[in-house]
């Protein structure tokens, strides 16, 4: 029955997205402002009822006889509704319909507002027909099972639970850049007022996204069991695209916003990020690779998909090429300023972004040539690594170089502290670490960015001291933290892929294992059953430093899913983790377990960089709703002058 | 006694070399070449038989001195390139390589050439703040 509603309200949803982009394109006004806020609500409803379903274990409705099942605990059922294709299809139309809802809420009603509505209300119609028709996860099954398949249980795990909503938010919320992307082209306006009202949204969905790709990552590190975080791997590569085009989009969008310039680019970046997120789940749904993330695979569904990414890609590159040409450059300056080391730093991000397209899709190309070859770790390391490590070298003198023209000589002044800690220290760290050389260009990248943009910010703060320092504009902690984030990331990357040390012990009951000045006494394994699996868990007591703890890594077997998992110990120290995972028992000696021990020195650096530059993207964001306000508060001060600024022209009147 | 002896001498899938060095340079051989069953893992990652088995005969050539493109090649001669997760430097392998920075010199020689015609000394740089000021 509540399958049945759900159905239905997606229905109303698909109705009320489709009137939405009507309205968009003509009237515009309240009832859009409605319409759009009540697709959101209708799809959130829907969404809402497939949960239901999953909690309340429904199994007459195949998705939830196929990935929920009775031993799961129900905080995985509700994570299963969109572990899955077609639950996560709606999870999609609801992010999509969200990001309509909250633009209609949040955003000043005007021409532009109404006409992204309305593509938005187009994209959203595209997904809805797409779930309802190709995999509508409503779908009832007859004879209904006694009991279901189960989530994979390699994602029944708090942190990939959270990763789907997490990475949706900002792989769709890109649509919403697309649409108001596409509404600006439609306008033929792409002037500062365009970019200071894209950039919020670009920030949301962007940050958004990289939380979503950290957890991931930090999910593979525990839950795979043998300590990777990244594996250039085609999924992931997919999340990567939009992150870096993304990334240049935030900050083409600042010379588009507070000088004018690189409208075209900035308007073409941001039709490419959704492109790439469309291209993304085309590949990761598609069967045209496989991995974890590929469910239910469906050549058709692959077609439909490919389908509606070239459709929505042609036509907004056709819309591009129509207006482009007629969209004005901006104010001049000399290479050497803000404005040119934005540009270059448009360049590295999207020859970036290309190169990981190109590192992801040549395979499959190469597949239908009959050649085959693989393209992984090795590659990316050799030539995205150094690309970006060139790009974070600007990324100091960037923040500090005036608009316009900038001086050299004071960023020399100002900077070369910086620069020479950060080459003596790397030359230390090869000392220290040792291990590889790579250690040196790493620390020497991240550490410089690290001091630099202190330097910066201390700059800033200036001589008024410790008073000021809360006084600076969210924007200016946004941008600090985040490219903080950043050099803490590569460090703490470096470090960890160049110095991590792993070993494997065969030990028996009471024998003993040392590394790194660490003990490791294996007592045996015992048994321990969670609510849908059974575990066998080893007891191992750990001694450093005259202090003695006792771990139990697992392994863990799903019944119904037939699948085995490990769930690693791990020790955080000032250093980095320990890491112990159980593996297998000896096939000639029962009594004898493979025991895997690692140490992932900085991994936390690599968490705490991704999260200081969510955070950092979510502070520049802060600051725009707080200037907002401001800007509100001023404009009710002087009503009948702003209020008719822009908007009200028909589409297309201004050039 | 004598079983002891060759149970050390005998190279285990998953039980490390003896020098430290060579063991590093088999890990990172491990995390380039490719599980031949599995999805998209290296074999340093995979728990199938056959990764055991890989990891096994990878340790033994490093153990025995061969060197990492003698390690690459023997098993690209039983399995194809595809069993490398490093692409070849031959052929479009090497197109794969030299692409990225073609595509950045090209593009950014571009956009050099264009801006640095026009160097406008007369211009005077304008703060954050002056920049902040004049937006709307």
Same mark, same amino acid.
């Given at each position: 029955m509540i399958a049945e509603l759900g159905h239905l309200l997606a229905f109303l949803a698909l109705a009320s997205a489709a009137s939405q982009s009507l309205l968009g394109f003509t009237t515009g006004g309240v009832a859009l402002r409605r319409l759009s806020i009540a697709t959101g609500v209708l799809t959130f409803a829907a969404f809402l009822c497939l949960i239901y379903a999953f909690v309340t274990l429904d199994f007459s409705v195949w998705a939830v006889a196929h990935y929920a099942s009775s031993l799961q605990p129900i905080i995985y059922r509700v994570a299963a509704a969109w572990g899955n294709h077609e639950g996560s299809m709606l999870l999609w139309c609801l992010?999509?319909?969200?990001? !309509?809802?909250?633009?209609?809420?949040?955003?000043?009603?005007?021409?532009?507002?109404?006409?992204?509505?309305?593509?938005?209300?187009?994209?959203?119609?595209?997904?809805?027909?797409?779930?309802?028709?190709?995999?509508?996860?409503?779908?009832?099954?007859?004879?209904?099972?006694?009991?279901?398949?189960?989530?994979? #249980?390699?994602?029944?795990? #708090?942190?990939?639970?959270?990763? #789907?909503?997490?990475?949706?938010?900002?792989?769709?919320?890109?649509?919403?850049?697309?649409?108001?992307?596409?509404?600006?082209?439609?306008?033929?306006?792409?002037?500062?007022?365009?970019?200071?009202?894209?950039?919020?949204?670009?920030?949301?969905?962007?940050?958004?996204?990289?939380?979503?790709?950290?957890?991931g990552a930090i999910w593979a590190y525990?839950?795979?069991?043998?300590? !990777?975080?990244?594996?250039?791997?085609?999924?992931?590569?997919?999340?990567?695209? #939009?992150?870096?085009?993304?990334?240049a989009l935030i900050h083409s969008l600042i010379v588009t916003e507070k000088r004018g310039g690189m409208a075209a680019w900035t308007v073409f970046l941001a039709v490419l990020a959704f492109c790439l997120s469309m291209l993304g789940t085309f590949l990761v749904r598609s069967g045209v690779m496989t991995s974890v993330h590929a469910f239910a695979v469906d050549p058709k569904r692959g077609l439909i998909l490919l389908a509606g990414l070239t459709i929505a890609g042609a036509s907004a590159l056709a819309l591009y090429a129509w207006r482009a040409p007629k969209l004005m450059a901006g104010p001049e300056f000399d290479p050497v300023s803000r404005e040119g080391a934005l540009v270059l730093n448009n360049l590295f991000l999207s020859v970036g972004a290309a190169l990981v397209l190109i590192g992801t899709v040549t395979p499959m190309f190469a597949q239908a040539l009959n050649i085959s070859i693989s393209i992984g770790e090795p590659y990316f390391q050799l030539t995205f690594a150094p690309m970006m490590a060139v790009l974070l070298l600007f990324l100091p003198l960037a923040q500090q170089a005036t608009w316009r023209r900038a001086e050299i000589s004071p960023l020399v002044r100002r900077l070369w502290p910086a620069a020479l800690i950060a080459l003596v220290a790397s030359v230390a760290a090869y000392f220290v670490v040792g291990k590889s050389i790579w250690i040196v260009p790493g620390v020497l990248v991240g550490l410089w960015v690290v001091l630099g943009v202190g330097t910066d910010f201390a700059k800033r703060v200036g001589p008024g001291g410790l008073g000021r320092v809360f006084r600076l504009p969210l924007s200016v902690w946004g941008m600090t933290l985040a490219h903080i984030g950043i050099g803490l990331f590569v460090i703490g990357a470096t470090t960890e892929t160049v110095a991590r040390?792993?070993?494997?012990?065969?030990?028996?009951?009471?024998?003993?294992?040392?590394?790194?000045?660490?003990?490791?006494?294996?007592?045996?394994?015992?048994?321990?059953?969670?609510?849908?699996?059974?575990?066998?868990?080893?007891?191992?007591?750990?001694?450093?430093?005259?202090?003695?703890?006792?771990?139990?890594?697992?392994?863990?077997?799903?019944?119904?899913?037939?699948?085995?998992?490990?769930?690693?110990?791990?020790?955080?120290?000032?250093?980095?983790?320990?890491?112990?995972?159980?593996?297998?028992?000896?096939?000639?000696?029962?009594?004898?377990?493979?025991?895997?021990?690692?140490?992932?020195?900085?991994?936390?650096?690599?968490?705490?960089?991704?999260?200081?530059?969510?955070?950092?993207?979510?502070?520049?964001?802060?600051?725009?709703?707080?200037?907002?306000?401001?800007?509100?508060?001023?404009?009710?001060?002087?009503?009948?002058?702003?209020?008719?600024?822009d908007g009200g022209e028909p589409a297309g009147a201004t050039a | 006694m004598i079983a002891a002896l060759v149970m050390a001498i005998a190279v285990s899938g998953d039980l490390p070399l003896a020098d430290p060095e060579k063991e590093a340079r088999a890990q990172s051989l491990m995390r380039e070449i490719r599980c031949v069953v599995c999805e998209n893992e290296p074999v340093s990652q995979s728990t199938a038989d056959i990764a055991v088995d890989m990891r096994r005969v990878i340790r033994q050539q490093v153990m025995e001195g061969d060197t990492n493109d003698e390690v690459r090649k023997y098993f690209s001669d039983r399995y194809g390139q595809f069993v490398l997760f490093r692409p070849p430097v031959t052929g479009l392998g090497l197109l794969l390589w030299v692409f990225p920075f073609l595509l950045l010199l090209g593009a950014g020689g571009a956009i050099a050439a264009r801006l640095s015609r026009t160097r406008k000394k007369h211009l005077a740089p304008l703060a954050d703040d002056q920049v902040d000021d004049s937006a709307r």
């Amino acid at each position: 029955m509540i399958a049945e509603l759900g159905h239905l309200l997606a229905f109303l949803a698909l109705a009320s997205a489709a009137s939405q982009s009507l309205l968009g394109f003509t009237t515009g006004g309240v009832a859009l402002r409605r319409l759009s806020i009540a697709t959101g609500v209708l799809t959130f409803a829907a969404f809402l009822c497939l949960i239901y379903a999953f909690v309340t274990l429904d199994f007459s409705v195949w998705a939830v006889a196929h990935y929920a099942s009775s031993l799961q605990p129900i905080i995985y059922r509700v994570a299963a509704a969109w572990g899955n294709h077609e639950g996560s299809m709606l999870l999609w139309c609801l992010i999509m319909s969200g990001y !309509g809802a909250a633009a209609a809420i949040f955003m000043r009603a005007d021409v532009l507002r109404d006409r992204a509505l309305g593509v938005q209300g187009l994209l959203t119609t595209a997904s809805l027909v797409y779930l309802l028709f190709a995999s509508s996860p409503f779908a009832r099954l007859f004879p209904a099972p006694l009991d279901g398949g189960g989530l994979n #249980p390699l994602l029944q795990d #708090p942190t990939v639970a959270l990763h #789907p909503p997490m990475l949706y938010l900002g792989y769709v919320g890109m649509s919403f850049v697309f649409s108001i992307a596409a509404a600006g082209l439609i306008n033929g306006k792409i002037d500062r007022e365009w970019a200071k009202r894209t950039r919020p949204w670009v920030l949301v969905a962007w940050s958004a996204l990289t939380i979503g790709i950290a957890l991931g990552a930090i999910w593979a590190y525990y839950e795979l069991g043998w300590g !990777g975080w990244w594996f250039w791997d085609p999924v992931e590569n997919a999340s990567f695209m #939009p992150w870096l085009v993304g990334a240049a989009l935030i900050h083409s969008l600042i010379v588009t916003e507070k000088r004018g310039g690189m409208a075209a680019w900035t308007v073409f970046l941001a039709v490419l990020a959704f492109c790439l997120s469309m291209l993304g789940t085309f590949l990761v749904r598609s069967g045209v690779m496989t991995s974890v993330h590929a469910f239910a695979v469906d050549p058709k569904r692959g077609l439909i998909l490919l389908a509606g990414l070239t459709i929505a890609g042609a036509s907004a590159l056709a819309l591009y090429a129509w207006r482009a040409p007629k969209l004005m450059a901006g104010p001049e300056f000399d290479p050497v300023s803000r404005e040119g080391a934005l540009v270059l730093n448009n360049l590295f991000l999207s020859v970036g972004a290309a190169l990981v397209l190109i590192g992801t899709v040549t395979p499959m190309f190469a597949q239908a040539l009959n050649i085959s070859i693989s393209i992984g770790e090795p590659y990316f390391q050799l030539t995205f690594a150094p690309m970006m490590a060139v790009l974070l070298l600007f990324l100091p003198l960037a923040q500090q170089a005036t608009w316009r023209r900038a001086e050299i000589s004071p960023l020399v002044r100002r900077l070369w502290p910086a620069a020479l800690i950060a080459l003596v220290a790397s030359v230390a760290a090869y000392f220290v670490v040792g291990k590889s050389i790579w250690i040196v260009p790493g620390v020497l990248v991240g550490l410089w960015v690290v001091l630099g943009v202190g330097t910066d910010f201390a700059k800033r703060v200036g001589p008024g001291g410790l008073g000021r320092v809360f006084r600076l504009p969210l924007s200016v902690w946004g941008m600090t933290l985040a490219h903080i984030g950043i050099g803490l990331f590569v460090i703490g990357a470096t470090t960890e892929t160049v110095a991590r040390q792993e070993r494997t012990f065969a030990l028996g009951p009471g024998q003993s294992a040392h590394m790194f000045n660490w003990d490791f006494r294996f007592d045996g394994v015992s048994d321990g059953d969670g609510p849908n699996y059974y575990a066998t868990r080893a007891n191992i007591s750990i001694t450093h430093d005259g202090k003695t703890t006792i771990i139990h890594p697992e392994k863990r077997f799903y019944s119904v899913a037939s699948t085995s998992t490990t769930e690693v110990s791990i020790r955080k120290t000032l250093e980095g983790d320990v890491y112990v995972a159980l593996g297998d028992t000896l096939r000639d000696e029962p009594g004898v377990w493979r025991i895997r021990i690692a140490k992932h020195p900085l991994i936390d650096w690599v968490w705490g960089g991704a999260l200081l530059i969510a955070l950092g993207g979510f502070m520049s964001l802060a600051s725009r709703i707080r200037r907002r306000e401001r800007v509100t508060e001023a404009a009710a001060e002087t009503p009948p002058a702003v209020a008719t600024g822009d908007g009200g022209e028909p589409a297309g009147a201004t050039a | 006694m004598i079983a002891a002896l060759v149970m050390a001498i005998a190279v285990s899938g998953d039980l490390p070399l003896a020098d430290p060095e060579k063991e590093a340079r088999a890990q990172s051989l491990m995390r380039e070449i490719r599980c031949v069953v599995c999805e998209n893992e290296p074999v340093s990652q995979s728990t199938a038989d056959i990764a055991v088995d890989m990891r096994r005969v990878i340790r033994q050539q490093v153990m025995e001195g061969d060197t990492n493109d003698e390690v690459r090649k023997y098993f690209s001669d039983r399995y194809g390139q595809f069993v490398l997760f490093r692409p070849p430097v031959t052929g479009l392998g090497l197109l794969l390589w030299v692409f990225p920075f073609l595509l950045l010199l090209g593009a950014g020689g571009a956009i050099a050439a264009r801006l640095s015609r026009t160097r406008k000394k007369h211009l005077a740089p304008l703060a954050d703040d002056q920049v902040d000021d004049s937006a709307r």
